[in-house]
């Protein structure tokens, strides 16, 4: 298979995915602002929102992966997929139950700030939406299985649908002045995931059949627990820090959400995208020990990945408010929520460096089966998170303080898990790589510094001309410092390094 290629067909369909989450939101945001029924439903949409997560970005889907391809022929792959369907889909119907049921509990600890009408709508909110995890496990499953075969667009594509549901209820909602109507749009959009990905999933080969539950289920089972501990450490951090901001004042949940929303567009399209993409392959180098190709690949992976994470992270933090005023601000959003949104995000933004080398380092220990060590790790800064965000949140800061506890925590797991590697298959530090991630943050720096100063003399006009400016100056000065600094610095360059390696 050719990984790069696929790379580029996940990123074209997770950045649609994206972009039309990004017009869900913006209409949520104009349609209902930060309101007390909004703040119910970011906090019960929490628990659908993780788990569409985990299933766009491949965490539920990478243990498969690595399961499937430890084994060397196609039939031995055919068999095991279709035995481990039973485990994806009993889990799924599981969580689902012991969500509705237990939804007045899961409520009072999400919003544990919400009292009266609020938690009471957040209850029914949460018991509409957990039926979304049944198909949530079965999108999940099929990607898995059909990114062993090859096939990466139309896996990658299937959230898109879940933002059409949402979408087209949220005018529903609209009309009838009621959130209930957004929980519906979310389980029609996971019915809308399932159809378009059980086609083919069929086409390949593998028949659906539920059987009794294996002992090499277990197996699994673990490692999709280090996946979603390790990989998805991040959202695991968002919703603890929900739970603190629901003590904040009202709209601070809201905040943290559109803020959250910004930082998964520049994630999901290029550096999640890559490491789906990249993953069975990897496996492949692993299980056949070729420790030579899959430190190359590893290093041009990270390269690639800090090549966007650096400029976004420094372009975010300058050009942020900007960006949520041009987007947000309508209707029931106004410039407060805006300069409110903007501290969240640029405290956020901090952490997309971070994000990027866990998410490349972190599916490669799934694949060493090294679950006690992600556990460890994941566990110890999702505690970090908590503790950090407590007394940050009590700063000026505010909720801004729970965003930068959590990408604080997300670089302590990437010194970890760096330091993990390079025991592990004694892995050399490249000076050439050393010096070419100096590059990229001298060139991040310069670019957004000169963005900040370029506002002081030429001050926001409202309008999407202005930021598509903006944001399009600080692309070709990024561009053009990389090539003054390194003329053989582009992602081109990059991405067919990696080619070469794997």
Known sequence: MNSVRSTTHIAIATALSRLLGFVRDMLIAWMFGASWQIDAFFVAFRIPNLVRRLVAEGTLSLPLVSVIMSYRHKEERKIIAKDLFSLYIMSGFLISVAGIVAAPAIAKILGFGFTGSVYSLSVVLLRIMFVYCLCASIVAYA?????TEGVFFMPALSPLLLNVGII???FIAYLYSSVMWLAAGVVAGGILQCMVVIIPLYKTGVRLTVGHMQTAHTKVLRMIVASVMGVAVYHINVLVNTMMASTLKQGSVSYLYYADRFIEIVSG????????AFHPEVSRLWATRDAARLQA???????ASLFIALPASAGLI?????ILATFFEHGNFYSFETAMTYKALACAAVGIPAFAVVRILMPLFLSMRSSVFINVISTVAIILNAVLGFVLMRTHLLHGGLALA????????????AIKLFHSIKVKVDKRFTVTLLQYF????????????????FPYEKGLVYTVVLVTLGVVLYAILCKLINPGMTLRTLLDAIRKDT
């Open 143 to 147: 990607m898995g299985v059909l990114n």
């Open 318 to 322: 300058a050009t942020g408010k900007v």
């Open 269 to 276: 399209v290029f550096i999640i995208s890559m490491s789906n």
């Open 168 to 170: 087209l209820f949220c």
């Open 406 to 417: 959590n990408s604080i925590s997300l670089y302590c797991v990437a010194i970890a898990l």
């Open 297 to 303: 690949t590893m290093t041009s992976m990270l390269q």
């Open 442 to 457: 001298i060139a991040s720096g310069i670019m957004g510094i000169s963005l900040y100063f370029l506002q002081l003399f």
